[in-house]
């Protein structure tokens, strides 16, 4: 009877002490890169949506581990996929994710994806269908590059980022600040590390403005978490109140949730909500605080030049930090893998 | 005097030696994948049209042999090339052909390439002017990853996958079924594959409505190679025909010869054949009969989720094989390179 | 304090220590390609604009020595990137070039890049602030894949194939003429090989219609150079003076500076100089003259078959020494690396 392969759709698809494992390991990896964890290994990466920062630290990861990576592009190398089962296909699709998902299963150790959620409704998209029927149907392990509802490889570099900058993080206190772009992005990455911060005993504040509160259910399961780890979380409060006293602001401009899929009625609302910035001022207000942000980042409209280029900016370290963890969850999967073999 | 190199442009380019060496050299590799027969080598990988398993299994394959891929895809990295001779080129191709391979010559050790067919003509197409221009001005072996007429790579791995499945293939009795489907893929894989059979001794039915015959040369040629090897063929029979009494059903929507070039009577004559499907009914009328396909498959339209998923399918074993054919000719190829040195 | 990288954004940006260096361990590179001076490095390639012969040669460059690639393509991988500084960011571009060359400095050990120049006024686009951009936010060394201005690799090539053909340069003529094609592409490598021609103590003449003269500054720098050099530069001959008594005839087709923005003007002057062509007579006049070409080349419309397949002709060794001068240039570049930690 085959195991099922250890997949990274979320951060708690992994052990707590898996968790730790790939924290420490990091840590290691980051003095030493120089191993061969990968050697002869092959990973498949397959953009069903660009990205630069996820698709450059996840090959040099891999590369540094001895191993290989083929990067597949949907545009270009391969095409639609069907993901419903039973259903006869003639439609656009040529090939169900079920055979593809076989198939690549056997040339590649791993599969890592980024998928590419349709937009049109955000109680469709946030079942993250696509990267569930990889994960699913492939026999080697699934890591999510970012999908409708997480980005477990961003949370990974950000509790890493925030325990080499802070120590210990029980206790610690981190403002979650919504900030205006004109384009804001998926809320995965807000989601995630709602979860990871409150699982490493971290207070939360979410700063927001109204229309754009984070998803419910992740809302409700965070703060099972919160209430498990013994700390507090609070949503909606303005920024004033959530920065204060922090030690760690973390701005990021996501999609509201209530607009989604009405890009007039999303733009309209943004346009008022300019005000929504971190500066220098409001940095002022945290405890020593220290600015992440995940990137990319509309300078002087999300962050003012001040504040990112000044010592309280941790996010060129956040973005190198992506590489080394992800080296970590790589050899870990890869231990693993021999285990099971 | 140089020596003109190994080209794999059909499989007729292997000497019986090579083919058989080859698929020796695959059972070993399947078994033991590490070895290091491309080590400093570099392969040009030229996609002048998309694909997902080519790609993937060509590039692991030789990354797995320890060399270097460099995959460059018509759209952005290189352009439309002259392939006619002692033109004055002041239309839209801003480089030859010959000089394109002569220079890639001059960096890669081998050079594998998907070209494009026009599609207006099939009497054109046939010939195979691209990949032959490459395999002409090339001073190292060139690779063809499916052309107009030969898809050398997919017809290593089937007869590979016959052999791991029934043993000795000689007196074996393999289907070759046209199945329906929207978009008909090239007659290529189909052409190369009955060649391959009829060389091994087995017995070839093939089945199709009335307009998708093969390509007349390569059934002529094809009724030769069964004369030599003491075989018959059997073409435009019904599926129920060619399916009975056969160790293989191997199921292939490919385009009408006849409609080529036009679009609209193709598809309104593919309109009328939606009954072209293995079933389990019609695999029930083989002798024990296993599944072949080269996907990518539109399930429940080509071919059942029953068959497919069924313990008669072949079907990702041969996706797999893919992968160990490729690594044995790449090994092949690199052998008698270093001999020529 | 941390030391500015050494960045290779023109070839003057060599100390001219440093390209005796690289050219003298080209030839070594040449004749024993096998060394590992990148094991466990990394390079990303950015492309603004596609590449066929400079991103084969630069990867395989790469790969032989050990390292590792990752090719980022503007148009899939990544985004516009905003380049004034202090800017609001609510624009189009997502990132900031400063954010961009940071984080993948973190990620690689060198960025190799090619700019792709707006096209609509020279006197902008000459001035790269692209690649200056990158050069100036990244902590890795930035090499110049071709901007509007500079094409070192190229130049890099020209020189070394240059004094593979005919020894010690000093002395020796070169006849650089401008050539007719329907899409005439940058000055760059013009520019490039003046510079370096004149450095190595050559006379260089320039044949070009009116309204075709190379860059102002560009050519006053290079009128320096000689001077230094103790050589002579002559500008805007006819090709018959130009290709008296050379040893070299490089052929080019570069857009015209005076029209440049201007397609509609600059097609209607293209039309008139088509005899423009460098051919068997042309060749003759030489002193028993070699043809160069950085290609791309049009065949029978900038040099005719008769040159470009004859004896005369170094066009495929200069292609090859792409990747040989590359080489070393990335070996130079290590040790560099290596001495600064």
């Given at each position: 009877?085959?195991?099922?392969?250890?997949?990274?759709?979320r951060?708690?698809?992994?052990?707590?002490?898996?968790?730790?494992?790939i924290?420490?390991l990091?840590?290691?990896?980051?003095?030493?890169?120089?191993?061969?964890?990968?050697?002869?290994?092959?990973?498949?990466l397959?953009?069903?949506?660009?990205?630069?920062?996820?698709r450059?630290s996840?090959?040099v990861a891999?590369?540094?581990l001895?191993?290989h990576?083929v990067?597949?592009?949907a545009?270009?190398?391969f095409?639609?996929l069907?993901?419903?089962q039973?259903?006869?296909?003639?439609g656009?699709?040529?090939?169900?994710v079920?055979?593809?998902?076989?198939?690549?299963?056997r040339?590649?150790?791993?599969l890592?994806i980024?998928?590419?959620p349709?937009?049109?409704?955000?109680?469709?998209?946030?079942?993250?269908?696509?990267?569930?029927a990889?994960?699913?149907h492939?026999s080697v392990?699934?890591?999510?590059?970012?999908?409708?509802?997480?980005?477990?490889l961003?949370?990974?570099?950000?509790?890493?980022?925030?325990?080499?900058?802070?120590?210990?993080?029980?206790?610690?206190?981190?403002?979650?600040t919504?900030?205006?772009?004109?384009?804001?992005?998926s809320c995965?990455?807000?989601?995630?590390?709602?979860?990871?911060a409150?699982g490493?005993?971290?207070?939360?504040r979410?700063?927001n403005?109204?229309?754009?509160?984070?998803?419910?259910?992740?809302q409700?399961?965070?703060?099972?978490?919160?209430?498990?780890?013994?700390?507090?979380?609070?949503?909606?409060?303005s920024?004033a109140?959530?920065v204060?006293?922090?030690d760690?602001?973390?701005?990021r401009?996501?999609n509201?949730?209530e607009h989604?899929?009405?890009?007039?009625l999303?733009?309209?609302?943004l346009g008022?909500?300019?005000d929504?910035?971190?500066d220098?001022?409001?940095l002022s207000?945290?405890r020593g605080?220290?600015?992440?942000?995940?990137?990319?980042?509309?300078?002087?409209?999300?962050v003012?030049?001040?504040?990112?280029?000044?010592p309280?900016?941790l996010?060129y370290q956040?973005?190198?930090?992506?590489?080394?963890?992800?080296k970590?969850?790589?050899?870990?999967?890869?231990g693993?893998?021999?285990?099971r073999?």
């Amino acid at each position: 009877m085959q195991t099922r392969p250890q997949h990274l759709i979320r951060l708690e698809d992994l052990e707590p002490g898996q968790l730790e494992d790939i924290l420490d390991l990091t840590q290691r990896l980051k003095r030493r890169p120089g191993r061969n964890e990968l050697a002869g290994r092959s990973v498949g990466l397959l953009f069903f949506k660009g990205s630069l920062r996820t698709r450059a630290s996840f090959e040099v990861a891999v590369h540094q581990l001895g191993g290989h990576t083929v990067e597949l592009t949907a545009s270009s190398d391969f095409w639609q996929l069907e993901e419903r089962q039973g259903t006869v296909m003639d439609g656009a699709a040529p090939e169900h994710v079920r055979d593809a998902a076989a198939v690549l299963s056997r040339y590649f150790d791993a599969l890592a994806i980024r998928p590419s959620p349709a937009g049109g409704s955000w109680s469709v998209d946030r079942n993250d269908a696509q990267i569930r029927a990889w994960a699913q149907h492939a026999s080697v392990p699934v890591v999510n590059m970012e999908s409708a509802l997480w980005h477990p490889l961003q949370a990974l570099a950000d509790l890493y980022t925030m325990r080499e900058a802070l120590g210990e993080l029980a206790g610690r206190r981190l403002a979650l600040t919504w900030v205006h772009s004109p384009e804001p992005v998926s809320c995965s990455a807000a989601h995630s590390l709602l979860h990871a911060a409150l699982g490493a005993g971290m207070e939360v504040r979410i700063a927001n403005p109204p229309s754009y509160s984070l998803d419910e259910d992740v809302q409700s399961e965070a703060h099972e978490i919160a209430q498990r780890a013994g700390t507090n979380l609070h949503c909606g409060q303005s920024q004033a109140e959530a920065v204060d006293g922090a030690d760690v602001i973390y701005a990021r401009s996501w999609n509201s949730l209530e607009h989604y899929g009405n890009p007039t009625l999303a733009a309209s609302h943004l346009g008022r909500l300019r005000d929504w910035v971190v500066d220098e001022q409001l940095l002022s207000c945290g405890r020593g605080a220290r600015l992440m942000h995940a990137m990319p980042v509309r300078r002087n409209l999300e962050v003012s030049d001040g504040v990112l280029d000044g010592p309280a900016s941790l996010v060129y370290q956040q973005a190198e930090n992506r590489l080394h963890t992800q080296k970590a969850l790589l050899a870990l999967l890869a231990g693993q893998e021999s285990g099971r073999a």
